[in-house]
């Protein structure tokens, strides 16, 4: 299951991307049909946990467990509400964490992990990370935007940004009717867009 519908052949792709503003450089991302695209679309239960840390806190000590599993964050989504979801994927494990603000110091995480199946203990391990780098890393520590792009809510670099992909990572994306623009199924099952072109391997 994935973004390439009607009849489409899922392609091993590159994403030739404009770094935005501007498109000053070019990035390269693994356009994978079906990897993380089909994972987050699918209806599984995962585990619920509120912490008493502030929305800033929680997605840096989650970028940071993330990254010391061989893990990392794929994909950064921002919703109207103030929550954000998370994608995240390697060859074997695709997932996704939910985060809703409770008050200013209390975030309510929702994760869910899956192979062929779900992966109830690494679940398990990932909170038990998170609940030990929470107290760990610094207060003022953020999500770190270095390797990242922005999405788009619409193929323009005009329209509002709707969160921010990694370079490198492996995203399920189709070209858009505009030229130039791919989409890609977000977390929630939103599209959003990016800009770059595929290039078939």
Not at 180 to 190: N, R, V
């Amino acid at each position: 299951m994935g973004l390439i519908t009607g009849g489409r052949q899922a392609l091993l792709a590159l994403l030739m991307l404009c770094t935005l503003p501007g498109c000053v450089a070019m990035t390269t991302v693994a356009a994978v049909p079906g990897s993380l695209v089909g994972a987050v679309a699918d209806q599984f239960v995962g585990q619920e946990v509120s912490v008493a840390y502030n929305m800033r806190h929680t997605i840096a000590s989650i970028q940071s467990v993330l990254q010391s599993t061989s893990l990392d964050i794929d994909i950064l989504e921002m919703q109207k509400d103030g929550a954000y979801m998370i994608g995240f994927s390697n060859n074997k494990l695709d997932g996704t964490i939910s985060l809703r603000k409770q008050t200013e110091r209390l975030t309510t995480i929702y994760i869910k992990v899956r192979a062929n199946t779900r992966e109830e203990s690494v679940e398990s391990a990932i909170i038990s990370l998170l609940e030990q780098e929470l107290k760990s890393l610094p207060d003022s520590a953020q999500f770190k935007k270095e390797r990242y792009h922005k999405l788009m809510d619409a193929p323009s670099t005009a329209s509002a940004s709707v969160g921010w992909f990694r370079q490198g990572a492996r995203l399920s994306a189709e070209q858009s009717e505009k030229h130039d623009w791919l989409k890609i199924k977000l977390p929630s099952g939103t599209i959003a867009y990016l800009k770059g072109s595929i290039v078939a391997r």
